[in-house]
């Protein structure tokens, strides 16, 4: 039997948007990661406090998760891009969790600019399988996606498959 979790976290919504499709395709459990202190609801402020290096590199504290990860083989890991790394309460959630030999399938939404986050989220999870990365791209500070609807539902059915 192949569990699967989705895992992500969001600011703007775009990454939850995405980790719902998934949700209604897989019918799989789902996992939103919350930080404990809420980010600002102005954009701006949050984008320019998380650009300095001193700020992108502290780990801010997540709400516990309440789940046995124990229970899945498979995370579905969904993560916005933050100045070209995986969102900080993803790096969090990974660093507090071990994930040895579970498959991570990675997707991550962005503007375009990917960075490093890949290459970030293998470092962190070195003893993982990690497959099937997906870069989806939306219009700048937009709900708009740009990756199209085929290659993420085809994305998705691929990952459906995958035991
Ligand atoms: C603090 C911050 C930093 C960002 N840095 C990047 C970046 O480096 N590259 C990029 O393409 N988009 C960047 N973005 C845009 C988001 O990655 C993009 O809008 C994403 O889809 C948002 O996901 P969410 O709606 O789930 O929060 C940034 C957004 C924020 C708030």
């Given at each position: ?21 998934i949700k ?12 404990v202190?809420?980010y600002?609801t ?8 998380e ?41 969090t959630f990974?660093?507090k969790?071990d994930?040895m030999?579970?498959?991570?399938i ?9 960075g ?5 989220i293998?470092?962190l ?16 500070n937009?709900?708009k ?5 085929s ?13």
């Open positions: 039997m192949n569990n699967k979790l989705i895992v992500y976290f969001t600011y703007t919504n775009n990454t939850k948007s995405i980790a719902e499709k209604n395709e897989l019918d799989c459990d789902i996992l939103q990661i919350k930080t202190i809420p600002s102005n954009y701006e402020v949050v984008v320019n406090d650009h300095n290096s001193e700020a992108s590199n502290r780990l801010p504290e997540i709400e516990d998760i309440n789940i046995d990860l124990d229970k899945y083989d498979t995370i579905i890991l969904g993560t916005p891009v933050w100045w070209y790394r995986p969102a900080p309460a993803i790096r990974l660093t969790n994930l030999g579970k498959n991570i990675v997707f991550a939404t962005n503007a375009g600019w990917l490093k986050t890949f290459i970030e293998k470092k999870c070195p003893n993982s399988n990690i497959t099937n990365e997906m870069n989806i791209v939306f219009e700048s937009s709900s996606l740009e990756t199209s609807i290659d993420i539902m085809n994305w998705i059915d691929i990952i459906k498959e995958k035991s």
